[in-house]
């Protein structure tokens, strides 16, 4: 199926999905109206978020790529309002990556899992178009 994500810097180094955080845990909306995802990117403007690129995809990919970095997900249905919560992560995961000094390992090699999957995804969007 398929359905729209956001992304923030697309097509850059340092591309991140758009999540909404559960506890501890991350969950991707997936859209499945394209005009659903911009309206929710608008929203996130308006509450000083950087710029959102909506991103079409298949919905399978999406779900591989939580399952292998630990995420969540959930399909946002036409005619279902998705408004983003009142309060907002104060250092988003780019920021704090950029902060700490020292990563292990194992914290390098899964987060290049997740960008080669964001990657990998990018490169079959892009030849469908």
Same mark, same amino acid.
């Given at each position: 199926?398929?359905?729209? %994500? #956001? #992304? ?8 991140? &999905?758009?999540? /909404?955080? &559960?506890?501890?845990?991350?969950? /991707?909306?997936? $859209? +499945?109206?394209?005009?659903? =995802? &911009? ?6 403007? =308006?509450?000083? $978020?950087?710029? +959102?690129?909506?991103? =079409? %995809? ?17 399909? /946002? ?5 998705? &408004? ?18 020292? %990563?292990?390992? +194992? ?5 290049? #899992? ?6 990998? %995804? ?8």
């Amino acid at each position: 199926m398929r359905v729209y %994500i #956001l #992304l923030f810097n697309a097509g850059t180094d340092n591309e991140g &999905v758009h999540t /909404i955080q &559960v506890g501890d845990l991350n969950k /991707i909306l997936m $859209f +499945a109206e394209e005009d659903d =995802a &911009v309206r929710f990117a608008l929203m996130l403007e =308006a509450q000083d $978020f950087p710029e +959102a690129t909506v991103e =079409a %995809i298949d919905s399978e990919e999406v779900e591989v790529f939580c399952r292998k970095a630990g995420y969540d997900y959930e399909i /946002i249905e036409p005619g279902n309002l998705a &408004v983003p919560p009142d309060k907002n992560v104060e250092t988003t995961d780019w920021d704090q990556e950029e902060e700490q000094q020292s %990563i292990s390992n +194992a914290e390098v090699e899964e987060s290049e #899992l997740a960008q080669n999957e964001l990657d990998s %995804i990018r490169r079959r969007l892009e030849g469908l178009l």
